[in-house]
């Protein structure tokens, strides 16, 4: 399980320009809302990830999504923070599902929204999701 990471001021300015940069990466000809994400992992690796769009709607994905997507299928399951970046203009926030996801692997993840200049919003997700469900959840006894 990953801990909560307050990180330094040259942490939180890398972790904006990686978020920021993942951002310029979104595929998103239809709503034009370009979301970039950058997830540190236990060992200090950045994965990014960014929005890719589908002309089917149903078949889009998040920046949040892209970045886990990533980081778990090349072999990490422990992460830190995460950095949210959008076109919006303002800080923006993990969407539900996006936020399920992040529980999955880093329930006590800190989230850096970042706007365009590089200041942030910090949140952890277990104020975003409180009362979350969990694979801890899977273990209850059925009947």
């Not at 939180?12 to 595929?27: F, V």
């Not at 709607?57 to 892209?66: N, R």
């Not at 942030?120 to 006894?141: C, H, K, N, Q, Y």
């Amino acid at each position: 399980m990953s801990a909560p990471a307050i990180l330094t001021s040259g942490e939180i300015k890398a972790l904006s320009a990686k978020t920021l940069e993942a951002r310029s990466l979104s595929y998103s000809p239809y709503s034009k809302f370009r979301v970039g994400a950058a997830l540190i992992t236990l060992d200090g690796t950045y994965v990014q990830g960014a929005n890719v769009e589908n002309a089917s709607y149903g078949a889009c994905i998040c920046a949040e999504q892209t970045a886990i997507v990533k980081a778990v299928t090349a072999g990490h399951r422990h992460f830190t923070a995460i950095g949210v970046a959008s076109s919006a203009g303002t800080y923006t926030s993990p969407c539900g599902i996006c936020r399920q996801v992040l529980r999955e692997f880093a329930p006590n993840i800190l989230i850096y929204m970042f706007a365009e200049d590089g200041t942030f919003v910090m949140e952890p997700l277990t104020a975003m999701l409180p009362r979350s469900f969990g694979p801890e959840d899977l273990d209850v006894i059925r009947e």
